[in-house]
């Protein structure tokens, strides 16, 4: 018996995948007795916001995150695919219908128990006392007591509940002739980038960032309170909010250049935007202290006006807002199970991924790894080339950061080791790595 917590994306699809490999599954989700504040309905499996499962192309990254999803059993996809709307390149989906065609599914297989009853702290730490397996997928909304209950397992400081992140960028799409490597008066190495402002381009930024449209709460009650309470911890406050406080508020505070010379003129430049590595291959940098409220569209304009990043490409935008998310990288094992508490698996946003699909994944991975557990099978780890091992990379990269939940990108996909200047070059040689490292993994995996 394997006891799976949260019906959603990751919680049905690591259900779905333990019952179709022979295992007895309860799935436990605690709508509509309790309520997240953002689902509307009592279907599991519901999409909260836009009804996009992203890129159906297999040349792209969530295209082929979907084509190893299918391989493995997938539910999500193959139900979204059977209850699409027109949405061009991407999949979209009719959100009621292909959630009620979702939960029936779940319901109707004879290997799967839906209890709707929220899960309290008491009955986890039973399942494994009773040494069971169990799975928690309570998503971006997990119960209170629950998070509370992860949190002291973790450790306080190894649990989030908002993320307050600054937009990622694609370091080929950087301009290196702008941008330059140096650390605060060249300590601690060259693992910085600097964009160095002029007063003049400085400006500009910091105007157009003051009268940026901001993007509108979720308008979800528990999101809104979360930032209220959250809204004054210092090194959370959103950019532009610094920026109203005065025109030159950012170049003494996130932006101060202070022990920087930019190379291209020997002087301090007036401000400077700083890059920090993402993750130990430095393919993605994000942008220091620049975390917002700003709509997606606006981020993109307002940080292209940062000298170097003129054609950044931009792998997940700026946030603040409500999201209950492990530390991964320092508790949890590449199969998805906590490294102290044997038996205890997360799947889903709460891993730190980041959306319907990349969710759900990680649901499936999860009961591939639990039923293997279970049959004493060794832990199948998917390589790293893969769209799977590109996102359990991001889970286990433990470079010093401020862990945040991602999308699957191409930054994430390693890169060749002799370099490839051409963009379209360089992702189709990733795609190939994907498809041929995701195939052998695949066969290894047998019936399991
Ligand atoms: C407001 C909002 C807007 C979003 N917009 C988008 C978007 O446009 N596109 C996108 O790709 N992603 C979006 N996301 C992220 C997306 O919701 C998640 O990536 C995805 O739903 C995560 O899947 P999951 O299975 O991990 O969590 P969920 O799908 O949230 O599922 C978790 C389930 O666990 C249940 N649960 C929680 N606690 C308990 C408990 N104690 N006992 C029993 N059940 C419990 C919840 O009711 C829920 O059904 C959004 C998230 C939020 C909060």
Redesign the pocket.
Known sequence: MITV???????VEAAWAAANRGERVRL????PVRE?G??KTDY???????N?FKSKLPTSPAGQLKVEMVALGSIIIPTGEENSVPGGEALCVDRDVFAAAVTTKIENHPLIDVVR????PEMAQAVLDANEILII???????K??GEWLAGLTGRKHLYFYDAVSPTVDASTLDMSVVFAQSRYDKGGDDYLNCPFEKDSYLAFVHELVNAERALP?G?AA?DETLEKIKYFAGCTPIEAIAEGGPRSLAFGNFKPVGLTDPRTGRRPYAALQLRPENAGKTLYSLVACQNRLKWGEQKRIFRMVPGLENAEFVRFGVI???TYIDSPQVLSPNLEMREYPNLFI????TGV???????AM?IFAGISAVRKLHGLPEAIPPRACAYGSLVSHLQDATPRDFAPMNINWGLFPDPETPIRDKQVKREWKLKQAQDGFATWHESLGPV
């Open positions: 917590v949260g019906g959603g994306f990751a919680g436990y989700e605690m709508r997240t953002a689902h599991l499996a519901e999409l909260v916001c836009s996009s009853e929220e899960f309290t997928a309570t998503g971006p909304l997990t119960s007591p629950l979720h979800v999101e807002h409500r999201n799947a889903g946003q709460i980041e959306g319907y699909v990349e969710s759900a649901g």
